[in-house]
């Protein structure tokens, strides 16, 4: 089975226009973000999860994911299909990743900490009264100590049910 490999990027939207390789498909869009490493183009299906619904629009600093295993054309500038896109706070990281029973990232780059202020709702904005363990989460967080794998209180947690 092929797992999917959540690739963030993190970068401010320079551009949204019609993704013209689906004429005749008004839902798809593309997305030029400027990232640190320059220019990338966000594919913007309607299967892609925007968090809250945001309207996204130019100069809107954002998180995006990707599946790294899936094939991508060899482009420049890159070309990536969106899975998943989240308004970004300059102060705060997000993440997007598999956590395990003991609350830590499949790649073992974050362990939560779950604290009582911590907000847990599921993608459709509803309270999520479960365990998180073994889910595939979306985690808003400020500070991490310094320990390997670093560990956080985030301060909100999405759950991808």
């Not at 362990?111 to 911590?118: I, M, S, Y």
Request: with cysteine; hydrophobic share 40%.
């Amino acid at each position: 089975m092929d797992t999917i490999l959540f690739m963030p990027i993190y970068g401010l939207i320079q551009s949204i226009r019609p993704f013209a390789e689906n004429a005749g498909n008004c839902c798809s869009q593309i997305a030029a973000v400027r990232t640190n490493n320059g220019i990338v183009n966000l594919i913007i299906t309607p299967e892609t999860y925007v968090v809250n619904e945001t309207r996204l629009r130019r100069g809107m600093q954002i998180a995006a994911f990707y599946d790294g295993n899936a094939p991508m054309p060899l482009i420049f500038p890159p070309q990536y299909h969106a899975l998943v896109i989240a308004r970004q706070n300059p102060q705060e990281t997000i993440v997007m990743d598999y956590f395990d029973d003991n609350l830590s990232a499949v790649n073992q780059s974050l362990t939560l900490n779950v604290g009582p202020q911590t907000e847990i709702r599921t993608n459709n904005g509803q309270t999520f009264h479960c365990s998180l363990e073994n889910r595939l989460l979306i985690v808003y967080y400020t500070t991490t100590t310094r320990s390997i794998p670093p560990q956080t209180t985030p301060r909100k947690i999405i759950v991808m049910c």
